[in-house]
């Protein structure tokens, strides 16, 4: 059974950095894509970025690009959300989610990924 479990939210600083990890498990295919979304409260949950298991292509919301990289350890079935120069609103929980697909989708649209972990907060606040 496919599994997700993110880690690495917390508390930060505006201007700070955090890095996120989603460890995967029961992968029955490579051709997959992990993304990462987010929801702060009162809003609809967001696509933050995405990335191709196979080749590593990548997809950035306008909104973390140049701020936030994302990445992936096959060895370890994990990907990584590094996210620097953090802002208030930034705040949010944080899911990550994926989908099998033959083809390379990259977008960030959260109703194409049928499994989601259950998510990390991220808070940014002085």
């Known amino acids: 059974q496919l599994q997700l479990v993110e880690s690495g939210g917390g508390l930060v600083q505006p201007g700070g950095s955090l890095r996120l990890s989603c460890a995967a498990s029961?992968?029955?295919?490579?051709?997959?894509?992990i993304g990462w979304f987010r929801q702060a409260p009162g809003k609809a949950r967001e696509g933050v970025s995405c990335?191709?298991?196979?080749?590593?292509?990548?997809n950035y919301a306008d909104s973390v690009k140049g701020r936030f990289t994302i990445s992936v350890d096959n060895a370890k079935d994990t990907v990584y959300l590094q996210m620097n120069s953090l802002k208030p609103e930034d705040t949010a929980v944080y899911y990550c989610a994926v989908r099998y697909t033959a083809f390379q989708d990259l977008r960030l649209l959260d109703s194409l990924y049928p499994t989601w972990g259950r998510g990390t907060q991220v808070t940014v606040s002085s």
């Open positions: 990335i191709r298991g196979s080749g590593g292509s990548t």
């Open positions: 029961g992968f029955t295919s490579a051709y997959y894509t």
